[in-house]
Every structure is written in structure tokens, then in C-alpha cells.
């Protein structure tokens, strides 16, 4: 166990839904990353945030936005899913940024 | 920016028996450089890093890695594998020294051990 949580642990929805990923980062850890997982791309860096402010960004579609909450949870938001948007999706934290990063259980989402 | 790559996708070996998962990474910076293992349907967990120091680290389960900067390598190896550590492992790379931390992953090898 990470001491990282992520809920829900599945997510079935439809296309054009939109939906909400929660992460509760280690106690202690200031850093949170999203990672989306699918068999096209791997594992892709979706955005990073570090104690509230928004820090890195990388292939994050517009559909797609996060936030860092000030007890240091973070919920990435998924709009107008499509079906390519079907994935795993991990949440990692770190004490601080660049850091070594330790993944949650991951977020199973499959639209239909 | 970085990019890993995961010389086999899969590889099968016989329990006992001895094993490497090849990973080589590009990179214009300096690297730190990460193991991770993801059982089925479970998380990432990580494996061994190498931040700096001696070029062999050692991590859980018995596995260990060794950074070859020449060769831009990072090699992971166990000596007698186990049934129980069949599952995906993906390397990894962050740069040296950012403040941002992502990870870049290879596409991830998976093992599996035949008794």
C-alpha cells in the first residue's frame, strides 16, 4: 500500500458524460501527478500540482482539468468523454516536486 | 525531453531461472531513473530508483539495476525469479535536478514466470 488512495476504483459512464477522479496524496506529500493509462499511448503525464498551484502540464486534452484542493487532494474532471477516453487513470504524489513519485490503485473508466 | 524505450514486450522464463529487462533511455540532461512493477489490476509500485551514487541499486523483491550512462542503459535483473513475479514492469526517467518531476515511461515489459 502507497498511502495514495484513488476513488472510484471503476467508472462506467457514456459518451458526452462527464465525470470526476478523486486522489488523496500520502500524508505529507505537497506534489500530486495524473497519469492516464491505455494500451494506444502507455503511459502518458497528463498534469502536475504543488500545493495548490497547477505546475506541470503534458498531454492533457481541453476536455480535461484538474485541481489541488488545500488539503492537498486533487480531482482530475473528464468532460464530453469519448470513448477513446477509456483508460486507467493514476494519481501519484511526492514530498516535493520532482520528487520520487509513489501511484495510487488507479481510476478504471471505460465509456460506452 | 526524455523517452525510455523497452527492448521486449514480453518475456517468459522458468521459475528459478535467471533474468534481465532491457531498458535504454535518451535524454540531453542528466537523469534520475525508475523500476516500477504493476501486478494485475493493481497500481504502480516502485521497484528501485537511481538518483545517484553507486551505479548498482538494489531494490524489493530481490531485483536490482545497473545505470550504464555510456551506454544510456538501465538494466533490470534477478538472479532466480518466482512464480509471483509475473506482472508488467515498467522503467522510467525524470530529470536530474527539475523541480517538475514528470515521468516518462517505456511501454512496459511484461514477464511471466512458468513453473
Known amino acids: 500500500d502507497s498511502g495514495v488512495t484513488q476513488t472510484p476504483k471503476h467508472l462506467i459512464t457514456a459518451t458526452g458524460q462527464r465525470v470526476t477522479l478523486r486522489c488523496s496524496p500520502r500524508s505529507g506529500d505537497l506534489s500530486v501527478y495524473w497519469y492516464q493509462q491505455s494500451l494506444d499511448q502507455g503511459l502518458q503525464f497528463l498534469i502536475q500540482?504543488?500545493?495548490?498551484?497547477?505546475?506541470a502540464k503534458g498531454n492533457i486534452l481541453e476536455r480535461f482539468s484538474a485541481q489541488q484542493f488545500p488539503d492537498l487532494h486533487s480531482e482530475l474532471n473528464l468532460s464530453s468523454l469519448e470513448l477513446g477516453d477509456s483508460a486507467l487513470y493514476f494519481c501519484?504524489?511526492?514530498?516535493?516536486?520532482?520528487?520520487?513519485?509513489?501511484f495510487g490503485p488507479g481510476t478504471r473508466l471505460l465509456v460506452l | 525531453a526524455q523517452s525510455v524505450t523497452q527492448l521486449d514486450s514480453q518475456v517468459p522464463v522458468f521459475e528459478e531461472a535467471p533474468v534481465e529487462l532491457r531498458c535504454n533511455y535518451s535524454?540531453?540532461?542528466?537523469?534520475?531513473l525508475f523500476w516500477y512493477v504493476q501486478y494485475p489490476n493493481q497500481g504502480l509500485q516502485l521497484l528501485l530508483k537511481?538518483?545517484?551514487?553507486?551505479?548498482l541499486v538494489k531494490g524489493i523483491n530481490g531485483f536490482e539495476a545497473e545505470f550504464n550512462k555510456s551506454q544510456t542503459s538501465f538494466h533490470l535483473r534477478k538472479p532466480s525469479v518466482h512464480i509471483s513475479d509475473t506482472a508488467e514492469y515498467f522503467c522510467?526517467?525524470?530529470?536530474?535536478?527539475?523541480?517538475?518531476?514528470?515521468?516518462?515511461f517505456g511501454r512496459g515489459t511484461q514477464l511471466t514466470v512458468w513453473p
Open positions: 500540482y504543488y500545493n495548490g498551484e497547477e505546475r
Open positions: 535524454s540531453s540532461v542528466s537523469v534520475y
Open positions: 501519484a504524489s511526492s514530498v516535493n516536486s520532482g520528487e520520487t513519485q509513489y
Open positions: 537511481y538518483l545517484s551514487g553507486s551505479t
Open positions: 522510467a526517467v525524470s530529470s536530474r535536478g527539475s523541480t517538475l518531476g514528470r515521468l516518462y
